[in-house]
């Protein structure tokens, strides 16, 4: 079965730096392409960045544009999420999903950015 388990999250101070993985199993993960999504508290999900199948392309929402670089390892079934210049408003449970349309989703990982 599909499963996407993610992990690197944890408590960072403004301006920090984390580095988020996904471990993916149960499907092609090299021919699926894969995104971020992330909720804050009392708020609504919000997509962070996606990246196509190959590795080629990437894309992000204007909030985290040029602090964060979502990349994956297909020979490793990995994808990441390298998150610099963190900011409270980053604070949020991090998920990531496969495709564009979000079918499979992980358990989350919990990003806390306060000094």
């Known amino acids: 079965q599909v499963q996407l388990v993610e992990s690197g999250g944890g408590l960072a101070q403004p301006g920090a730096s984390l580095r988020l993985s996904c471990a993916a199993s149960?499907?092609?993960?090299?021919?699926?392409?894969m995104s971020w999504v992330r909720q804050a508290p009392g708020k609504g999900l919000e997509w962070v960045s996606s990246?196509?199948?190959?590795?080629?392309?990437?894309f992000y929402a204007d909030s985290v544009k040029g602090r964060f670089t979502i990349s994956r390892d297909n020979a490793e079934n990995t994808l990441y999420l390298q998150m610099n210049s963190l900011k409270p408003e980053d604070t949020a449970v991090y998920y990531c999903?496969?495709?564009?349309?979000?079918?499979?989703w992980g358990q989350g990982t919990q990003v806390t950015v306060s000094s």
């Open positions: 990246i196509y199948n190959g590795g080629g392309n990437t």
């Open positions: 999903a496969r495709g564009m349309t979000y079918d499979y």
């Open positions: 149960g499907f092609t993960f090299s021919a699926s392409h």
